[in-house]
């Protein structure tokens, strides 16, 4: 399974912005932007004029490295958002929300996105019941998740459980159970990504 192995944080430097890939860590004086918030190599402090292409890439590679997703991924999952009727810039963020790592991150399950592919990668999550362990699993509306009986005893599922984060409004948690449920997909108001998605569909569609 191809994945990004490098420095998480020079992400967020590039990026120019807090992208909050590694969790709790993100909201410390440990963050690397914090320190350094310009981007990473040796001409990374330098100003530069970004093109009306360079702003287009920008956000495509924002929206990639906020959900984790690689390249191909990616563009599978805007062929997808076009073939479905709506607005494709909002299906594209809708398809990457109703990802399995995403939702487990959403119900407060993990503490970051890349911490949530890890935890349904080793297999400590189901869905209705079954045992999902692929990250790109795509949740439907009144799909239940919840942690797998034989993990719910671990100290990080009980900390999370007795540290409930604020849910969007398309998710539901019954944390006493471990599990969350998904009510609706979720609308663009929804989705709190600081991505814009328009300037990702002009540069797919050149």
């Given at each position: 399974?191809?994945?990004?192995?490098?420095?998480?944080?020079?992400?967020?430097?590039?990026?120019?912005?807090?992208?909050?890939?590694?969790?709790d860590?993100?909201?410390?004086?440990?963050?690397a932007?914090?320190?350094?918030?310009?981007?990473?190599?040796?001409?990374?402090?330098?100003?530069?004029?970004?093109?009306?292409?360079?702003?287009?890439?920008?956000e495509?590679?924002?929206?990639?490295?906020?959900?984790?997703?690689?390249?191909?991924?990616?563009?599978?999952?805007?062929?997808?958002?076009?073939?479905?009727?709506?607005?494709?810039?909002?299906?594209?963020?809708?398809?990457?929300?109703?990802?399995?790592?995403?939702?487990?991150?959403?119900?407060?399950?993990?503490?970051?996105r890349?911490?949530?592919?890890?935890?349904?990668?080793?297999g400590?999550?189901?869905?209705?019941?079954?045992?999902?362990?692929?990250?790109?699993?795509?949740?439907?509306?009144?799909?239940?998740?919840?942690?797998?009986?034989?993990?719910?005893?671990?100290?990080?599922?009980?900390?999370?459980?007795?540290?409930?984060?604020?849910?969007?409004?398309?998710?539901t948690?019954?944390?006493?159970?471990?599990?969350?449920?998904?009510?609706?997909?979720?609308?663009?108001?929804?989705?709190?990504?600081?991505?814009?998605?328009?300037?990702?569909?002009?540069?797919?569609?050149?």
């Amino acid at each position: 399974m191809a994945r990004y192995t490098g420095a998480t944080c020079k992400l967020c430097r590039r990026e120019g912005m807090k992208l909050f890939l590694k969790g709790d860590r993100c909201y410390t004086d440990k963050c690397a932007f914090v320190k350094r918030s310009y981007a990473p190599g040796q001409h990374g402090a330098s100003r530069k004029k970004v093109s009306e292409y360079g702003m287009q890439l920008r956000e495509k590679q924002k929206a990639k490295r906020i959900y984790g997703v690689l390249e191909t991924q990616f563009r599978n999952t805007y062929e997808r958002a076009e073939k479905i009727k709506g607005v494709t810039g909002e299906n594209l963020l809708r398809l990457l929300e109703m990802r399995l790592d995403n939702v487990v991150f959403r119900l407060g399950f993990a503490s970051s996105r890349v911490e949530a592919r890890q935890l349904v990668n080793h297999g400590h999550f189901l869905v209705n019941g079954k045992k999902v362990d692929i990250a790109s699993y795509k949740v439907s509306v009144n799909d239940v998740i919840s942690v797998r009986e034989k993990s719910r005893a671990s100290e990080k599922f009980k900390t999370f459980v007795e540290n409930p984060k604020a849910l969007p409004q398309w998710l539901t948690a019954n944390l006493e159970n471990f599990e969350g449920k998904v009510v609706a997909e979720p609308s663009r108001e929804d989705i709190d990504v600081p991505v814009n998605e328009t300037l990702i569909v002009e540069l797919y569609s050149k």
